[in-house]
Each structure stands twice: as structure tokens, then as C-alpha cells.
């Protein structure tokens, strides 16, 4: 009886172990799950704040800023209930973000001209400028494949992006080959106009309408005829001596008889 007795509080105590190292297992991949989809969250909210950060370098319209506004409201409302400790900052930063999209959809839409933008003479601005519209137009499909973005919103900022991102381009090969140019490269300078001139004159045949790509194939034209000038000027020139005109006569000349 009593070994019996010690066998069922054996069993007992083994099924209690198993038990409890189940629901720890449980515990931890549920503490896993919550901390891998907070980690998620966390980095839609900050990819999306870097790209709001840099909108004052970009002619932005309303529209789009509000797409990013509302992306990163998704995001702190996923994270609210995930972040133990830090939930009173998402509420926070939440409660600011309502106040800024509301603010947004009362306000008349906004969209500034695109041909107003300039290229910076930093190059590490115009790097951080070619990396926000990139991410910037991810977003913008992302959103817009969750049914997120009207159709019309998203073909009218998708064209702005790609125009933007024609312009730091083009703009970008100008610089360079006008650079290259003072340095007195002139290959390197005639090469990067005349890819930019080639970019240009494609865009143009499916625009032909755009002031700014008119413009620039103009400006693209004139600064490769300098460069050409240039390169032309910068040759130096043969000038044969007299003394090697009679080597070459009398090497030439008929031979004669002793």
C-alpha cells in the first residue's frame, strides 16, 4: 500500500513538472511572439518618422504626409498593448499624432510645385534626399496595397516622387559633369552629360510637355558644346621641327651611285 502510495505521488509530482514546464514554454514563445510583433511595430514607427523628418527637404504635398501620419498611427496602436513599460509614451505620442491628423483633414489640401524644387550642394543632403524618396515610395505602394491610399492619391504622388527622383538625378549628373569639367576632366565630364542628355531625351519623348525636362536638355546641350570646346582647346598641338622634315627628306630622297 504504501509503495503504491509513493508510486501515485511520483506520478503525481512527474505530471506537476511536465505541467509546469508546459505552461513556461507557453509563456515564453507568447513573451517571444509579443516582443518579435512590438519589435515589428517599432520599426514602421521609426522608418516612417525618418522619412517625416526629411519632408522639409522635399516639396511634399498634404496628401502624402497624411499617408505617412496614419501609417505610423496603425503602428502605435499595435504597439500599445504589446509595450509593458513604455505603453504611457505610445499613449503620448499617439494622442499628438490624432491631433496632427485632424488637424491635416481640416486643413485645404496642399501640393507644391514640384518645379520649384533645387538640388542641394551637399552631397550627403542630396544622398539623405535620394534615400527618403525611395522609402517614401515603398510606403506609398505598401499603403496602397492594403486599400489604404485612393487610387488617384497614389497615381498623383507616385508621379511626384518620380518626377523628384528624375530631377535629383538629372540635376545630380549635371553637377558632376560641371565639376569634372572645372577640374579639367573633360572625359569624365563629357561622359556624365551626355548620359544625362540621353536620360533626358528618353523622358521627354513620353513627356514632351515638361518645361523643366525642355530646360534641361537645353542646359545639357550647351554644357556638353563647352565641354567639347574645352576638351577641343585643351589638345596640345604637333608642331613638327624643320629638322625632322629633313630626316624624313633625306631618308626618302633616291639614293646614289659611287
Given amino acids: ?49 525618418e522619412v517625416l523628418s526629411n519632408t522639409g527637404l522635399i516639396p511634399c504635398s498634404s496628401s502624402i504626409i497624411l499617408v505617412l501620419y496614419k501609417r505610423v498611427e496603425e503602428a502605435l496602436n ?7 513599460t513604455q505603453s504611457n509614451d505610445y499613449q503620448r505620442r499617439l494622442i499628438d499624432l490624432q491631433a496632427q491628423i485632424q488637424s491635416l483633414q481640416s486643413s485645404p489640401k496642399t501640393a507644391p510645385p514640384v518645379e520649384q524644387f533645387r538640388l542641394p ?57 560641371r565639376a569634372a569639367c572645372f577640374m579639367k576632366q573633360y572625359g569624365s565630364a563629357k561622359q556624365m552629360v551626355t548620359k544625362a ?24 546641350k550647351a554644357m556638353l558644346e563647352e565641354v567639347t570646346g574645352a576638351q577641343r582647346n585643351a589638345q596640345p598641338t604637333i608642331v613638327k621641327s624643320k629638322s625632322d622634315d ?12 659611287w
Fill in 1 to 49: 500500500m504504501i509503495l503504491i502510495s509513493v508510486l501515485v505521488l511520483i506520478g503525481v509530482l512527474l505530471l506537476l513538472v511536465i505541467g509546469i514546464s508546459i505552461i513556461q514554454q507557453q509563456k515564453a514563445r507568447v513573451e517571444a511572439e509579443r516582443r518579435t510583433e512590438l519589435a515589428r511595430h517599432r520599426a514602421i514607427i521609426d522608418e516612417t518618422e
Fill in 78 to 84: 499595435g504597439a500599445l498593448p504589446l509595450a509593458a
Fill in 121 to 177: 550642394d551637399n552631397d550627403r543632403q542630396v544622398l539623405t534626399l535620394v534615400q527618403t524618396l525611395k522609402k517614401m515610395k515603398a510606403i506609398l505602394r505598401a499603403e496602397h496595397n492594403k486599400g489604404k491610399v485612393e487610387p488617384s492619391i497614389f497615381s498623383e504622388e507616385e508621379l511626384r516622387i518620380d518626377s523628384l527622383q528624375l530631377r535629383i538625378n538629372v540635376d545630380s549628373m549635371l553637377a558632376r559633369g
Fill in 197 to 220: 542628355l540621353g536620360t533626358l531625351h528618353t523622358i521627354k519623348s513620353q513627356t514632351p510637355n515638361d518645361p523643366f525636362i525642355a530646360r534641361k536638355v537645353e542646359e545639357a
Fill in 246 to 257: 629633313d630626316d624624313i627628306d633625306v631618308l626618302f630622297q633616291p639614293k646614289r651611285k
